[in-house]
């Protein structure tokens, strides 16, 4: 991932899904990769999946020192599944409310509040209705580093999915249709996919996406409530910022790391915080172009 997007790594075919297949395909990336591969660690620092089995447990043996983690959307989708299960016998009625409990539990912001929720998903009285939901649950649970949005970090920089890869290559390489065998799939992913990705890094390298740049000014514009007197500098790269809303809320912005004690910059995103401490940083003034704050 950068600033233009995500950089495809490799992409590997397999005859099918089996864990032989999918670690044979990682054996190989891996030594294409090289053991100074990512930042000389050799590993990435986590793959996110979905919930498949054999593709996880082949990750974890050929990358024994990535984290498996798990995309929120599949587990969700995977959850709604199970919830429209006839055979879980799950009134049509409670299915809403005890997926909103599942969402209030991956979505928790501070593992306190995960924690408080797994226990409302466990006390509720819709959930005590359905044995079977709570032993789901429990078994979930167990996994929560995986899926819980309050365990991850701020390396994540706030992405939670794999949906927008998936959609890149099956929505727009593909449009979603089918290869019937190999050689219309190779021919996709060296003619059509290398096609999209150097036209939307050349755009990207002349300037002729806005998005990234809109999204700045966007955040910039809201941290106009900021005074220079009002942020505190702590050291080099720690700032302390009062909050717009709370009274006394005080946010902490670490410049080197990309992170801030925000709902939002904890888990490694951009805010409005950080945004207000660049352009201290940077000297930039409010009445400057956003292509010169941000060039
Ligand atoms: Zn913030």
Request: with cysteine.
């Amino acid at each position: 991932m950068n600033a233009g997007g995500a950089v495809p790594l490799a992409l590997l075919i397999t005859e099918g899904q089996t864990a032989e297949e999918y670690t044979s395909v990682f054996t190989l990336l891996k030594k294409a990769i090289g053991e100074f591969g990512f930042g000389g660690l050799g590993s990435p620092y986590c793959f996110l999946t979905d919930d498949s089995d054999a593709e996880r447990m082949s990750l974890g043996n050929v990358f024994p020192n990535a984290k498996l983690l798990l995309c929120i959307f599949h587990i969700g989708q995977s959850i709604w599944r199970w919830l429209c299960n006839a055979k879980h016998n799950i009134l049509e009625e409670d299915r809403p409310i005890l997926f909103r409990l599942f969402q209030q539990m991956y979505s928790a912001r501070s593992t306190i509040q995960a924690q408080e929720a797994f226990e409302l998903t466990n006390t509720s009285n819709i959930s005590l209705k359905y044995l079977n939901w709570i032993k789901y649950m429990s078994k979930y649970w167990e996994r929560k580093e995986c899926w819980c949005v309050a365990y991850r970090d701020t390396r994540m920089r706030g992405n939670q999915t794999n949906n927008f890869t998936v959609r890149i290559f099956k929505d727009i390489i593909l449009q979603r249709y089918k290869s019937y065998n190999g050689v219309i799939l190779v021919d996709s992913i060296c003619t059509d996919e290398e096609k999209y990705y150097v036209d939307k890094y050349s755009d990207y390298a002349h300037g002729r996406i806005d998005k990234k740049r809109f999204h700045l000014q966007f955040e910039f514009d809201k941290s106009k409530y900021l005074k220079k007197e009002m942020i505190v500098k702590k050291d080099d790269d720690n700032f302390l910022i009062p909050s717009e809303t709370i009274t006394g809320k005080i946010y902490e912005v670490d410049f080197t790391l990309g992170h801030c004690t925000c709902e939002i910059g904890r888990f490694g995103k951009i805010c409005k915080h950080q945004i207000v401490v660049y352009s201290l940083h940077l000297n930039i003034s409010e009445d400057d172009t956003a292509e010169e704050r941000y060039s």
